[in-house]
């Protein structure tokens, strides 16, 4: 799975992360520098008057796979028979 982390300077100076999953992934940089313009300018996630995403730092496209690494067999069981 790709999922698009952006990251961005809070008006606290603090550094936060947007992941978004199942993104485009045909988008540019420059696509992805207007968007989070485009975020930073709306101001839209703030908590205590603190505006959470502010500047627009970096962008990354993280790939994560799957890999077996220990398959886990369920052995057959054996039928039980009743003690009578």
């Known amino acids: 799975m790709k999922t698009l982390e952006l990251n961005f300077r809070g008006s606290d100076l603090r550094i936060k992360h947007l992941r978004l ?25 703030a908590k205590d008057d603190v505006n959470l995403y502010a500047e627009p730092l970096t962008a990354d496209v993280v790939e994560t796979t799957k890999q077996t690494i220990y398959p886990l067999a369920v052995p057959p069981v054996a039928p039980v028979t009743p003690v009578a």
């Open 21 to 45: 999953k199942y993104v485009n992934t045909e988008l540019t940089t420059a696509d992805v520098e207007a968007i989070m313009a485009q975020i930073a300018t709306a101001k839209l996630f």
